[in-house]
């Protein structure tokens, strides 16, 4: 604002013209900007148009955005937006986090985030603290409020970038590279491993630019991030109860779905549940060149987790055949990381042994030590490892 404007003033001022509007007949967003000004130089005619006019571009960012946040959705660089239950901002640009001098008090929170769950006819409150949606964009949008947030409501929005970033832009070494453009071509089934925020489903996104175009891809995801080029993608999401309580889909639903849709490729933003067992099913009936994405640090971690999941999800199957289903999925395990300057980075890429008493990898590239070379016994790798 100016000198002739404090930040309580215009807060009242904001809380005022709201409750107008909201008693106002409906006008277009074409005539919006000038029915605030209208609104606002009744509310503070003292004040100038020039210290008006950001001012009346908050409340249209009230009215029909996300408020206060709306300005940082604009930022093209930021990449997470993370409220604090003490009402702090704080953003991601180029993976290292900036505390922002905005502060969105609980009240204003909890307006964003019923402005977009509503429409999906989702819930917020003490019954049901915790929620996922999407954005129009496609950021993914997650809320926690009491009693789960004890020192008050978090909001985190994280965002996906419009433009594809390239597989060479995790590692310049172009052995990996040109390996893991063979090992898609081939038909290869993967798993990406990693931390959170690694850069799990923008590497995912980076080996899809080399699927065949023609191919059926069925992608199935809690909350669509996925973006492959291929013209011939069929995009699942699952969705969470309503208010009701009823009308959940879970990924293991979608899995089971994605398999009578006649699906040349699956894939699974993310296993983190008993839908590991529909997706091992899937990669072991013919759907070769599937892949997900799991959070493991390293290649046999990432085994040892699918096979806890696995024997969490599926009953009374013996340990043996789980390892088995496993060993027989699976061929390679690409384990991306992100480094201290907020680079992300392939790490490890790894072979899975074939079928046995336990589950092994060997290692195919390592980060600094290029290809490691030696015999192939899985079919989808032997042209692969011919370079």
Known sequence: MNDLLGATEASAIRRRVRARVAESPAVSRSALRSHMMALVAEEAPLLSSAAAAPLVETLIDDLTGLGPLEAILRDSEVTEIMVNGDARCWVERAGKLESLSIRVDADELMRIVERVITPLGLRLDRSSPMVDARLPDGARLHAVIAPVAIDGPC??????????VPLEAFDPD???????????DAGANMVIAGGTGAGKTTLLNALGAFIDAN??????????????PGDHVLRLEARSPNAEG???????????TALRMRPDRIIVGEVRGPEVLDMLQALNTGHSGSATTLHANGALEALHRIESLALLGGGEI??????AHIAAAIDLIIVVARGVGGTRRIVQIAEVTPPGTRLAVIDRWVRGR??????????????????
């Open 370 to 387: 290029g290809l490691v070379a030696g015999p192939v016994s899985r079919p989808a790798l032997k042209d692969v490892m011919g370079l």
């Open 215 to 228: 191919a059926r891809i069925v992608t199935i995801e809690e909350t669509a991030e996925l973006r492959l």
């Open 246 to 256: 009823a009308g959940a889909v879970t990924v293991r639903d979608l899995v089971r």
């Open 318 to 323: 013996p340990l043996a055949a789980v390892r």
């Open 155 to 164: 909001l985190t929005i994280r965002r996906f970038g419009s433009t594809p």
């Open 174 to 184: 172009k052995a990996c590279i040109s390996f893991l453009r063979k090992a898609v």
